[in-house]
């Protein structure tokens, strides 16, 4: 006799009928003995449905959900929507939809989806970032991290697309070109919102020794992190300012033999010439619309514009000329510095390139004077560098930070290659900034007891290419009152990225369904 052939569209249904009705997936989270965290990325809801990534994703840690369950643990396993955020406003953008309409079907459809799958996912803690309920908390943990000064506000530049009338992520910046409509990008000054994360560098470098991670996890961190050791020495420009640069090689200080400052560092313009100006300022401009990996990539050609310009050697007396190029970021360091073309493979092709002097203050082994065919960066004794002839390099690091601290020429430093949190959006569908200003106080956070401050229904909410948010044009959100003087006041129209909605949805989870905390912290602990 032959088996009846498997139909899923028939029985699956009737089972998963069954598991919802009987909540055979749900979990005491106040009794439960040997309780099981299994949390899974929860998905953006910018399509029309899943897609077999989810499917790949959530079956492999559903299967690892069932393995704890057999084994006795309490597992709870709950998921969401990162729903909020440029993602989501791109999909309803593309279908000519309203987000605040089509997310809702979107996740709909979603979760039934995932139901269907027949996952283990506890549906009754189920979190969505777009709703007011939830960002209300994401609004309140901002304004705990403006109030502790872990919240700023700077000018800061921006990918803008003069086509899309958008600002971009780096991730949208494809050659230098929009990814949507291959216009070629700029960059903006605008004022924007940060998180002051550099303030935990060494607080999560200490951490890799106490964290279970693989360890191309963690030398990707330390990577990102980038943490780096050395001094910061002041160039003084002939006619200028100070020029401070940062290097982790100060025994190679009598070896630089120009100066190199980023197409965006200040000081550009004050210490090119009026001979040169134009041609410094072409070349930035040209600069800004580059993406920063593109600038900085081994392979491609280093590219540069001299500024007319001097600074003084501290080390040497000599003056040294000032280049500007597009290696150098602003972002890194203080945005400038000290080229030694002989002991570092970039200024070393920077410098045959354009005709700069290669000196030696670095002995190779069994070097006898002759001109270097490549950068040497090793270590050696140090030659041409007056005082400090003869001193092996790793002390002459440390030697000569000390004569130049004594001289007030430079001091110890260390720098980070991680750079604040951008949280800054000039779109609409996100979490409103609780932020109001008022010319009389300033910038007044909103008081916690008047969150959340709620997303309105914007009929057009495309960008106008204006630099700010759609919500700026809609002036019964805009207008509002201050609440420490009480005179008249404006909401801050930027929302946060997507990435601060979903960077704490898993303490949201187990405290869903309180109401008067973000999470409660006991809960927490003990999940």
């Not at 000081?267 to 100006?277: G, H, K, R």
């Not at 993406?291 to 007396?317: H, Q, S």
Request: aromatic share 12%; charged share 25%; proline share 9%.
């Amino acid at each position: 006799m032959q088996p009846e052939p498997y139909d899923p569209r028939a029985i699956e249904p009737k089972w998963q009928r069954i598991w919802a009705q009987t909540g055979i997936y749900r979990v005491d989270l106040l009794r439960a003995r040997r309780p099981f965290y299994n949390l899974t990325e929860f998905p953006y809801p910018s399509a029309e449905a899943l897609h077999v990534g989810h499917v790949y994703t959530y079956c492999g840690a559903d299967t690892y959900g069932r393995y704890r369950r057999m084994l006795g643990d309490d597992v709870f396993q709950p998921t969401g929507f990162d729903a909020f955020g440029i993602h989501s406003e791109n999909y309803a953008l593309h279908v000519g939809r309203h987000p605040m309409e089509l997310t809702v079907e979107n996740t709909a459809r979603y979760r039934r989806q995932m139901e269907e799958l027949g996952t283990l996912f506890d549906w009754t803690y189920a979190v969505d970032t777009s709703r007011p309920e939830y960002y209300r908390w994401t609004q309140w943990i901002f304004l705990q991290l403006y109030n502790a000064g872990l919240a700023y506000r700077a000018r800061a530049p921006v990918n803008w697309c003069p086509t899309c009338l958008t600002v971009l992520a780096n991730e949208q910046v494809i050659g230098g070109l929009c990814e949507r409509c291959d216009s070629t990008v700029v960059q903006r000054e605008m004022e924007q919102w940060f998180l002051r994360i550099t303030a935990y560098a060494d607080r999560l470098l200490a951490g890799h020794a106490e964290a279970d991670f693989p360890e191309v996890t963690v030398t990707l961190q330390r990577n990102w992190i980038g943490r780096s050791e050395g001094a910061e020495i002041v160039f003084r420009a002939v006619n200028g300012p100070d020029i401070p640069v940062f290097t982790t090689r100060p025994d190679t200080l009598f070896g630089a033999t120009y100066l190199v400052l980023a197409p965006e560092h200040p000081a550009v313009a004050t210490v090119s010439t009026p001979e040169q100006a134009p041609l410094v300022e072409a070349y930035a401009a040209q600069a800004r619309t580059k993406r920063e990996l593109e600038r900085v990539a081994a392979e491609r050609e280093k590219t540069g514009i001299f500024t007319g310009g001097e600074a003084i050697n501290p080390a040497t007396g000599e003056r040294i000329p000032i280049w500007v190029a597009d290696y150098v970021l602003m972002g890194y360091g203080t945005g400038a510095i000290m080229a030694v073309p002989a002991h570092d493979e970039r200024d070393y092709a920077f410098a045959r390139t354009h005709g700069l002097p290669i000196r030696v203050v670095v002995a190779p082994p069994g070097w006898q004077g002759e001109p270097l065919e490549a950068a040497y960066t090793g270590e050696g004794t140090l030659v041409n560098s007056g005082p400090f002839d003869g001193m092996p390099s790793e002390e002459a690091r440390a030697a000569i930070t000390r004569w130049l601290a004594e001289r007030g020429q430079g001091r110890p430093a260390v720098t980070y290659r991680l750079r604040d949190w951008l949280i800054s959006r000039q779109r609409y569908w996100g979490p409103p900034i609780p932020i109001i200003y008022c010319d009389r106080c300033g910038i007044v956070p909103v008081p916690e007891e008047d969150l959340p401050v709620r997303l309105p229904y914007v009929r057009d909410f495309r960008p106008k290419g204006t630099g700010v948010s759609p919500l700026a044009m809609v002036p019964e959100f805009v207008n509002t009152t201050c609440p420490q003087c009480g005179g008249p006041a404006r909401r801050e129209t930027d929302v946060s990225d997507t990435f601060l909605d979903s960077s704490w949805y898993f303490l949201r989870y187990p405290s869903a369904h309180r109401q008067d905390v973000p999470f409660d912290p006991e809960m927490t602990r003990k999940w």
